[in-house]
């Protein structure tokens, strides 16, 4: 028998459809990540925008093109949303974002099987493993349904996630979760004595999306003590601007950011500081806007992931005036050039380096990895592991590089 469990969404739906994976391969299923002909379907869905929304009800007809009489669980932020989206489609199980064990109940008992009391460790499916640290987000931003959808801070203990990097043989983890800087803010503890606790690991450490508040010295010191430091800070933005950011209520100002990203650069030099930022918020003026484009150069910023603001049914900013179309669209251009021009800019600056490249993918002519600070390099041949490469010259969406 076979099952399909297959994922929109963030890196947190990933690493829980990678324990439904090990579950159901506990069960004795063979799985598999992409959609093909399979006996059942497990769709993740993700709700953080109308268009995800929109493509995680379309998953079902997706699926049936491949089976039409297969079984369908559903599970995920869109369906926690709006369950009944997905009931009136022939679907045979729908659960939500935090009680996806069920999944595992349902197919048990449709099919047989012994059920596991809580969902194992996730399946490992890339090259780089991701822990799930913690689940939930307290911030409410103004514009964002995840809170609502995932519920409040709930935080794993720092032994079972200690247990759970011992436990994969990936040479490199990401520590990943819906809100990664709230780390042990429900339990009594926080992000840096988790990575405290990591101070022995050999594996190298890479964290997820990180918010303004969890950059101070004490947590830049205890990564700085790591044996193996990917110094990557996906450091949330949102905005340029103070008012925007306010309205946004993200509770830190324009300087609060830069300020936070001198600090980084103090202790890693030669990091990389990524950041996501949304053009077209309710109220955006053009000075607003100017702000969003000259914090790349003020920062600086490595790489933007850049999107055009979404208004979501139940949040504080869905009552507020959208700004026109055609204004966001040219402002969205406008700000992924400028991205554009950052990457390359910081691509171009580690010409001649050498860094140390985890391999992940051969396309047949090249294989591609990632550098500590996050740099796509190509390399000509199948290559597998960790090595050593010097960059060479920007290519495609990262940059040619020789083993060194």
């Not at 994976?21 to 953080?48: F, Q």
């Not at 190298?204 to 947590?219: P, T």
Request: charged residues 25%; proline residues 4%.
């Amino acid at each position: 028998m076979k099952a399909v469990v297959f994922t929109l969404g963030c890196k947190v739906n990933e690493v829980e459809s990678a324990s439904i994976m090990s579950a159901l391969e506990d069960m004795g299923w063979k799985v598999s990540e992409r959609l093909s002909p399979a006996d059942i379907y497990v769709l993740n869905t993700c709700a953080v925008t109308r268009e995800a929304e929109k493509k995680s009800r379309q998953l079902i007809a997706r699926a049936r093109k491949f089976n039409p009489n297969a079984l369908i669980y559903v599970c995920g932020c869109a369906s926690q949303k709006n369950v009944e989206q997905f009931a009136g489609r022939g679907v045979k199980y729908v659960c939500g974002a935090r009680d996806k064990q069920g999944i595992i109940s349902a197919i048990a008992s449709d099919f047989g099987g012994s059920c596991p009391q809580s969902l194992p460790y996730p399946k490992q499916v890339r090259t780089r493993a991701f822990i799930k640290i913690e689940d939930g987000c307290n911030n409410f931003c103004s514009y964002c349904v995840i809170p609502y959808l995932r519920g409040r801070v709930a935080s794993r203990s720092v032994e079972d996630i200690v247990g759970e990097i011992a436990n994969t043989a990936a040479e490199e983890v990401v520590l990943t979760g819906i809100n990664v800087s709230a780390y042990g803010s429900d339990v009594g503890t926080n992000l840096t004595a988790l990575v405290s606790a990591l101070k022995d690991c050999p594996k190298r450490i890479r964290f997820g999306s990180l918010e303004c508040n969890v950059i101070d010295q004490a947590f830049l010191s205890a990564c700085k003590l790591l044996k193996d430091f990917a110094p990557q800070f996906h450091l949330s933005l949102q905005s340029g601007s103070t008012a925007v950011l306010k309205a946004m209520n993200r509770r830190y100002t324009r300087e609060e950011y830069l300020e936070k990203c001198a600090l980084i650069y103090k202790f890693f030099p030669e990091a990389a500081i990524t950041t996501d930022i949304i053009v077209g918020f309710p109220g955006e003026s053009e000075e607003d806007f100017a702000g969003s484009l000259s914090i790349i150069d003020e920062a600086p910023l490595a790489r933007v992931h850049a999107f055009a603001f979404s208004p979501r049914e139940g949040t504080a900013a869905y009552s507020l005036k959208d700004i026109p179309a055609p204004i966001k669209s040219q402002r969205l251009h406008a700000l992924l050039k400028k991205g554009e021009e950052a990457e390359n800019k910081f691509i171009s600056s580690r010409i001649n380096c050498t860094r140390s490249v985890l391999f992940e993918d051969y396309d047949g002519t090249f294989t591609c990895g990632y550098t500590p600070e996050y740099i796509k390099v190509y390399v000509a041949g199948n290559h597998s592991g960790m090595a050593n490469v010097r960059i060479v010259e920007p290519m495609r969406d990262g940059a040619l590089g020789e083993l060194s």
